[in-house]
Structures are given as structure tokens and as C-alpha cells.
């Protein structure tokens, strides 16, 4: 008998072991796309983790579990591209890992066979795949999350707080989404002790890890509200356009909303009481997600929220228990194992990575002249060029435009989309001898003199102030949510 228990065992080993790898290793072939990071935020992680490496500190304060992660890869591989991508494929494998738990709990008549559906469904799930190698830091988070909402049902309080300040420390929305989903717990159940335990974690967070959470983060927010909820993945897929979207994105937007569905069931069914109470947190994150009053744009919270959604979907398969049957559960393994197989392709950096090949050409030109102005200290650049071209340059660059008070007369900028003719229709000849071309309308010149090319173009020539007040010429200031991090 001991024997069969032992090859049992390593047999319960040997399944999630090998969604794990084909989890990382799905992840990095999914990232081997191109030789650059992946995502509009890669490359600011990896400023920052080169400046911890460099100066001892953060670029800017910001405290998440994301960026010892990425150190550790740093430290292996030698390497911050590379070790973006390791550390991308490695929380997509814990992705996969944790949905396997959450099969396995939440069906505990078939729970191997339900683990490996719910696994495969993660593996197979675009819209995870796209959260990772676009928002590290935030799917991060939700990977966290899962792991605590796996712990809720059987009351680990000593894995689901740590569980829940961990998610707390890595994402914001997340750490919410976590706080939501303990309170409808804690409130059913009247376990106030734990209760007061979470708020207390939660203020000790606050309170002693100032890039965890400010009143000034609420900026974010400014004009994103509206006043009538809009429904999340038509949003998404207009934002992208019908077009351009995998068609294994819209499998997974359609299964979502039926898991979401099927959840209103379960909560119904007054005889499945655990089940009810996971389906109300699914119900209650699916109102907040699904329809958001909120603006929806590539900077905006609603992305991020419906990407969420998405990503949470998998692990409440189970809960819908008329589903969990042996032979639909092989079915869909099936599925999801052969979905697998294409939907790698919904990811394509050349539509959702920036130009990063065009942004090395960009920064590469700029050297040939940012030597003959010894004393900048400061480059304006539009999002994803700024940081990129810091952490390629060396150089500081920041996606904003400077503070009044600040002394431009160190800081140049990089411009775009503005052609030669138009700054010489409103500069003069010893002006326009800074100004030096880095191919694709893209050019380097003075701050100074960009401010005095900007308050001379008449308001009239509607084309010209397009593309001069856009985010590829920043001319917004940094909000309080980034200055009050510089200052902490």
C-alpha cells in the first residue's frame, strides 16, 4: 500500500507541475514575439529597477511584490529585458497553478479532473495573457487575489490575511477588489475579529508604506466619471475595433459573461450556502467591472477593471455545479487544450506593444546631438518614448510637461508629429538652428524653444494645435499622484 500512496502523491505532484511550466513556458514564447519588453509600462519597471540597482533607490517611490520579482530575475539573468520577460512568464504560471487549486477546491467530486479544466481555461484565456505583458503589476495582483479567494472558503485566515496585505502592497484595485470580497465573507459569516485584523492591516499599510495608497491617487480619477454605466466589453472592443481582436478574445469576452451569469443561479440555490457565498462576491465584482461609470480610454481605470473581470472569470466555473460533470468537465479540457493552440496569436506586439523599434531609432539619433547641450538634465518625450529612452540613455525623461517655476533652460524635448515648415513659420532662423531632425517627424530642440513655438501658433490653425496639445507632445503637468511619489 505504501508504494500506491506514493506514486499517488507524486502523481498530484506531477499535474500542477506541468501546467505550471506549460504555463511559463506558453508565457514566453507568447513574449518572444520581439526582442524588446513587452506592454506601455515595461520599461518604467525597468528603470526603476535599475535605479534600486544603481542609486540604492527607487526612480520613483512605489512600493509593490512586483519589483523584488523582477529584481531576483535581474540578478539571475543579468539582463532587465530579459528578466521582465521571465518574470511575466513565471506570474503567468502561478496564474495557471492557481486556478488549478481553485478547480480542485471548488469541485471536490471530480477535483483533479476539474483543477486541470479550470487551469487549461486560464492557459487558454487571451484576455490573462494580454493583462500580463501589458499591466505586470497589476496582474500580479490578481493572481494574488485568486490565491486568497482559494483560501476563503475553508477560513485560512493565517493565509488569507498575509494573502490580502500582499495583494494590498502590489496593486491598489486589486488590494480593493480583495477588501470587497473579505468584507462580503467576513460580514456572512460575522467573523469581526478578522475584520478588525484586515482594517488594521489595511491602515498599517497605509500608514507606513507611503506608495501603497494616498488621497492623492483619487486624481486619477478626474474626469473618468460619467453619468451612465457602460457596458465593459463592448467598450473593449470598440476601443481595440472588431477587426483587430483574436477571435479567441471574443470566446473569452462571451464565457465570462456566462460564468457571470451562471453565478446568479448558484446564488439562488439556497441549498449550495459556500457556493452562494463566492457567487455573490463573483455577482457583486461583476457590477463594478462590467459596468463601470467610467470613461474608457488606454489611461484610464475602466481597462484595467474589465481586463480584471476577465482574468477572475475562470476560477468561478466551478461554483456552477450542474457544469461539473465528468464527462463536459474532459470535454471542455479539451477545448481549452486544443483554444490553447491559436489563441497565442491573439497577442500581437505590433498592435498592442508601442513602436519600441522606431522609439530605439528615435533615441539612438538624439545622441548624435545631445552632447552639444553638456547640461541638460531633463528630456520631454510622449509615454513609452520617455521611458524608454531613459532606461536605454541613461538619461532622465519624463512623459510631462514641466511644472511652472521649473527651470527649462536645462531640459530639451523630443516633439512629434510637428513637421520642419511649420516650426519655421513661427520661429526665426537662429531658433531653427536647434532644431534637429530624428527621422519620422520625430525631432530634438530645446524646451524653451518649443514653449515659444507653442504660444505662437494661432488658435485658428485647428491641425497644427491637434497634434501640439496631444499625449505625443505632453503638455499636461504631473498630476499629484506622481509628484507626491518624487517627494516620498
Known amino acids: 500500500m505504501q508504494p500506491i500512496r506514493i506514486r499517488k502523491r507524486l502523481f498530484l505532484l506531477f499535474i500542477p507541475s506541468v501546467l505550471f511550466i506549460l504555463g511559463g513556458i506558453r508565457m514566453w514564447l507568447i513574449l518572444g514575439q520581439t526582442p524588446y519588453a513587452n506592454g506601455w509600462d515595461a520599461y518604467f519597471y525597468l528603470v526603476q529597477v535599475e535605479s534600486l540597482i544603481t542609486e540604492g533607490r527607487m526612480h520613483s517611490s512605489d512600493y509593490s511584490l512586483v519589483y523584488p520579482l523582477l529584481l531576483l530575475f535581474r540578478w539571475v539573468s543579468g539582463n532587465g529585458v530579459l528578466a521582465y520577460k521571465l518574470c511575466a512568464s513565471f506570474i503567468y504560471a502561478c496564474y495557471a497553478l492557481v486556478l488549478y487549486f481553485a478547480g480542485k477546491q471548488w469541485c471536490p467530486r471530480y477535483a483533479l479532473l476539474a483543477g486541470i479544466c479550470i487551469a487549461l481555461f486560464g492557459l487558454f484565456n487571451p484576455v490573462a495573457v494580454f493583462m500580463d505583458a501589458q499591466f505586470l503589476k497589476n496582474f500580479t495582483g490578481m493572481v494574488l487575489l485568486i490565491a486568497m479567494l482559494v483560501a476563503v472558503p475553508r477560513n485560512r485566515w493565517f493565509i488569507i490575511l498575509p494573502l490580502f496585505l500582499a495583494t494590498l502592497i502590489t496593486h491598489r484595485i486589486c488590494g480593493v477588489l ?60 470598440l476601443f481595440y475595433g472588431f477587426e483587430h481582436l483574436h477571435w479567441s ?146 538619461i532622465d525623461a519624463m512623459p510631462w510637461q514641466p511644472e511652472p517655476g521649473m527651470d527649462t533652460g536645462t531640459m530639451m524635448r523630443i516633439s512629434s508629429k510637428v513637421e520642419y515648415p511649420q516650426f519655421a513659420m513661427h520661429l526665426d532662423s537662429s531658433a531653427m538652428d536647434s532644431i534637429h531632425p530624428l527621422g519620422v517627424s520625430y525631432f530634438l530642440l530645446p524646451e524653451r524653444i518649443w514653449q515659444t513655438f507653442r504660444s505662437r501658433i494661432d488658435p485658428k490653425d485647428s491641425l497644427l494645435m491637434q497634434a501640439v496639445y496631444s499625449w505625443q507632445n505632453p503638455y499636461r503637468v504631473r498630476p499629484d499622484y506622481i509628484t507626491r511619489k518624487r517627494k516620498s
Open 178 to 237: 480583495a477588501g470587497i470580497a473579505l468584507l462580503i465573507q467576513l460580514a456572512q459569516k460575522r467573523y469581526w475579529i478578522y475584520l478588525l485584523i484586515t482594517t488594521g492591516l489595511s491602515l498599517i499599510a497605509v500608514c507606513f508604506l507611503p506608495g501603497v495608497l494616498h488621497l492623492a491617487d483619487l486624481n486619477r480619477f478626474n474626469h473618468e466619471f460619467r453619468l451612465i454605466p457602460g457596458f465593459a466589453p463592448w467598450s473593449l472592443i
Open 249 to 394: 478574445w471574443y470566446i473569452m469576452l462571451a464565457a465570462g459573461i456566462i460564468v457571470w451569469i451562471l453565478c446568479f443561479a448558484v446564488f439562488f440555490d439556497q441549498e449550495m450556502r459556500e457556493s452562494r457565498r463566492m457567487a455573490l462576491i463573483f455577482l457583486l465584482m461583476g457590477v463594478v467591472l462590467l459596468f463601470p461609470f467610467l470613461m474608457f480610454n488606454a489611461d484610464g481605470p475602466a481597462l484595467r477593471l474589465t481586463l480584471s473581470f476577465f482574468v477572475l472569470a475562470p476560477i468561478f466555473l466551478p461554483l456552477a455545479r450542474a457544469l461539473m460533470r465528468q464527462k463536459l468537465l474532459v470535454l471542455l479540457s479539451v477545448i481549452f487544450l486544443a483554444g490553447s493552440a491559436f489563441s497565442w496569436q491573439a497577442y500581437r506586439p505590433a498592435l498592442f506593444d508601442p513602436p519600441y523599434k522606431l522609439y530605439q531609432a528615435v533615441s539612438e539619433n538624439s545622441m548624435r546631438y545631445l552632447p552639444v547641450y553638456k547640461n541638460t538634465t531633463l528630456v520631454i518625450a510622449h509615454k513609452g518614448l520617455a521611458e524608454f529612452f531613459t532606461y536605454t540613455q541613461q
